[in-house]
Nanobody, 115 residues
Framework: QVQLVESGGGLVQPGGSLRLSCAAS????????MGWYRRTPGEERELVAR???????DYADSAKGRFTISRDSAENTVYLQMSSLKPEDTAVYYC?????????WGQGIQVTVSS
């Protein structure tokens, strides 16, 4: 079991940046993957970015070149740096942590991109 606490969301103008943080209650290297999903009303949940225990990263096509996932093992925290934000990035972002098929989720955090 793990507790995941997200922070860093909010309102930003198009073209702006935000950094989301996901603080885990245990060692992040216990997990095969950690990452971020997002969901907008009426849409399917979308995997935005993930990082595996070895440090390999994967991104949704919509996130490539604009978002960067990283981690700080000393802080047991995973970050999502988002730049060049667009209105279509507006969503609730969820941090997750996976050990094989067992997935834990954060509570979700709102990101709104609007002028």
């Amino acid at each position: 079991q793990v507790q995941l606490v997200e922070s860093g969301g909010g309102l930003v103008q198009p073209g702006g940046s935000l950094r989301l943080s996901c603080a885990a209650s245990r060692n992040i290297f216990d997990f095969n993957f950690m990452g971020w999903y997002r969901r907008t009303p009426g849409e399917e949940r979308e995997l935005v970015a993930r990082i595996n225990v070895g440090g390999r990263t994967d991104y949704a096509d919509s996130a490539k070149g604009r978002f960067t996932i990283s981690r700080d093992s000393a802080e047991n925290t995973v970050y999502l740096q988002m730049s060049s934000l667009k209105p279509e990035d507006t969503a609730v972002y969820y941090c997750y942590a996976a050990i094989l098929s067992r997935i834990s989720w954060g509570q979700g955090i709102q990101v709104t991109v609007s002028s």
